[in-house]
């Protein structure tokens, strides 16, 4: 196959511009005959802005937090209703970022709802968090738990080598990174795919639980509410918990800008997903309990594998596979959503001019994508990656709950602001204060995590100052940032997005 030849031009600003077939944007900025375009095409439709929530959200959370739930609230009773609290929560916030993401229409998620309502300066402490560790720590831990359920059913005698697991992540990570730098489609449809899957490991639990039930099997929720009362101290964990693993309703908001007809598909991909995610989530847990004390779920380090060895027999192998598929599915579609992030970040000017760049022939923004890479490798093979999630598992949802609150802000700063979805105000008022309250209450809880979390956050604001505010930087440096960006666009072939993203 004979590849089309790339021509690239230097723009006013020094960097070069492209084309592909030799055909170079016409004078006045208007097309010539057959130029195609290079931007970010709208190609998610409701069907896959569906699989990239419901495939984000389900990832390795629902077979393994459990036992966070229940830990921190001391009871079968309690747990349940954290499970359904969270969902009802998350549910609100997806709401919320419906309305957002509709009267917004501009790909970034929380950064941009930030940006349009506080400012640069928090908008970029979001993302400059989101980038060096937030990001590529979570991605580390989702694609950790995809190694070692993938390697379960050839170790099931002994215990899995910790270098096999990293390296079997190193290559699912290498995989994910190069399927969203090459098309939008093929990662779509994988995603598509990846979910079906993951909705099918949850009936494989959903549906002998059922049956357990039917058969009388409800001994471990009698006096469901009995046991170790849950405290101050343990709420908000349990809360961490289940929300992370209800975490993911907000990445369809990271991509607005390439979603078709984003005023009805964002809502009603975002309303049927929470639906099904949550009712799955709930019935799972109901499905454990049909089978696992609380004492056992509690020494299990696998709950989701425990419950098939005692139901399913010879069949239970399955079940691994099935969990680092949905790993994987999680890895994907939180690579395709935050990569926009990024690249948006870029396009704002709070991240390197390169990262809003895009791919001549693929419409893929390549370094956006790739930049996640070496970072993710980073956390992979150093430090307690789930200490650092520790740490900054409140600065993600301060940020969400300042987000929401910017909803209502802007319903009163802007109430002619075109609003094709709207909620009631009670939606975002209490899905915000519960996030705000629960970060304070993590404080008290876990102040030293909180703390550290707390201090690696504003560290932000120096950054914002040194990188983006001063602007007297020395000649030899913008040259090398002018040099380096040239010669990464050539090996890269990306130019700059054409001027297509206002709204």
């Known amino acids: 196959m004979v590849r089309k030849p790339v021509v690239a ?12 077939n030799g055909k170079l944007p016409a004078l006045g900025g208007k097309e010539s005959p057959g130029q195609e375009k290079v ?12 699989s990239i929530i419901i495939g984000t959200i ?35 916030g997806a709401l919320s970022y419906a309305e957002l993401g509709t009267s917004i229409k501009k790909s970034g998620g929380h950064y941009t709802y930030i940006l349009e309502v506080f400012g640069p300066l928090p908008a970029f402490v979001r993302v400059w968090v989101e980038l060096l560790i937030i990001r590529p720590a979570a991605t580390a831990v989702i694609s950790l738990a995809f190694g070692r359920y993938i390697l379960e059913p050839f170790f099931i005698q002994c215990e899995i ?10 290559v699912g990570i290498t995989v994910v990174m190069v399927l969203n730098s090459m098309s939008v ?62 975490a993911g309703w907000f990445y369809l908001n990271f991509v607005t800008e390439e979603v078709e007809n984003p005023e009805k598909t964002i809502p009603l991909a975002i309303c049927t997903s929470m639906a099904i995610v949550t009712i799955g989530y709930v019935l799972t847990n109901v499905a454990y309990f049909t089978t696992i004390s609380a004492e056992e779920l509690l020494l299990s380090n696998a709950v989701a594998v425990t419950f098939s060895e005692r139901l399913l027999g010879n069949f239970s192998l399955a079940v691994p ?46 370094p956006a994508v790739i930049v996640l890479h070496p970072l ?61 309250f629960m970060v304070a209450l993590s404080l008290y809880s876990d102040p030293f995590s909180t703390g550290i979390g707390f201090i690696i956050t504003l560290t932000g604001v120096p950054a914002y100052y040194l990188f983006i505010i001063w602007d007297k930087k020395p000649k030899w440096f913008r040259r090398m940032s002018d040099r380096i960006t040239r010669t990464l666009q050539i090996i890269l072939e990306v130019v700059p997005e054409e001027d297509c993203h206002k709204l």
């Open 376 to 436: 993710t490798m980073i956390m992979l093979f150093s430090g307690d990656l789930y200490s650092l999630l520790n740490f900054l598992s409140f600065a993600r949802w301060l940020f969400i709950g300042l987000a929401v609150a910017g909803l209502i802000y802007l319903r009163y700063k802007r109430p002619d602001m075109h609003r094709p979805f709207k909620v009631p105000l009670f939606i975002p008022a209490l899905f915000s204060f519960t996030c705000l």
């Open 39 to 50: 931007v970010l095409k709208k190609k998610i439709t409701l069907l896959r802005g569906i």
């Open 58 to 92: 389900i990832g390795a959370g629902i077979f393994i937090s459990p036992k966070g739930v229940l830990q921190n609230t001391g009871s079968v009773g309690m747990s349940l209703m954290i499970w359904t609290v969270c969902g009802v929560l998350s549910l609100f």
């Open 9 to 20: 031009t230097i723009s006013s600003g020094g960097y070069l511009q492209g084309s592909v």
């Open 321 to 366: 596979i099935f969990v680092a598929l949905s790993c994987f599915g999680s890895m994907n579609g939180g690579v395709f959503a935050v990569s926009r992030l990024f690249y948006v970040a870029s396009r704002e000017g709070h991240l390197p001019e390169i990262l809003s760049m895009i791919h001549v022939r693929k419409h893929t923004p390549l």
């Open 161 to 170: 080598p910790e270098l096999a697991i990293k390296l079997i992540t190193a």
């Open 185 to 246: 489609s093929w990662s779509a449809r994988i995603q598509i795919f990846l979910t079906f899957c993951k909705l099918t490991a949850i009936l494989i639990i959903i549906v002998p639980g059922v049956m357990q039930l039917i058969k009388g099997q409800t001994q471990h929720f009698k006096d469901a509410f009995s046991g170790r009362d849950a405290s101050i101290m343990g709420l908000p964990l349990a809360f961490y918990y289940g929300m992370y693993a209800y």
